[in-house]
Nanobody
Framework: QAQFVESGGGLVQPGGSLRLSCTVS???????MAWFRRGPGNQRVRIAV???????KYIDTVKGRFAISRDNSKNTVYLQMNSLNPDDTAVYYC????????WGQGTQVFVSS
């Protein structure tokens, strides 16, 4: 089972940007990876996916603002987030697809003026 360490969150003003990172154990280059988020009182939602061949998909609410990428030499998946708004406030997680059993601690993103 893969394990995950997310980082890069923080407090940002509306319209700002952040880049999240997730370092993954295991045979990373073969994994399909995804970013998820859980907002206050909400369920965890998958927001972006990247395959082992670098194909990507996004939910509509982040399409055009967020970009998922990967660096197989560093066992790391990234989420570049631009034009952030308060609705993006959440704890962000990465995981494999299909899901690995153990989640990381996540990284908190707080968008506020």
């Amino acid at each position: 089972q893969a394990q995950f360490v997310e980082s890069g969150g923080g407090l940002v003003q509306p319209g700002g940007s952040l880049r999240l990172s997730c370092t993954v154990s295991g045979n990373f280059s073969t994994y399909v990876m995804a970013w998820f988020r859980r907002g206050p009182g909400n369920q965890r939602v998958r927001i972006a996916v990247i395959t082992d061949s670098d194909s990507t998909k996004y939910i509509d609410t982040v399409k055009g603002r967020f970009a998922i990428s990967r660096d197989n030499s560093k066992n790391t998946v990234y989420l570049q987030m631009n034009s952030l708004n308060p609705d993006d406030t959440a704890v962000y997680y990465c995981n494999t697809q299909p899901l690995s059993a153990t989640w990381g601690q996540g990284t908190q993103v707080f968008v506020s003026s």
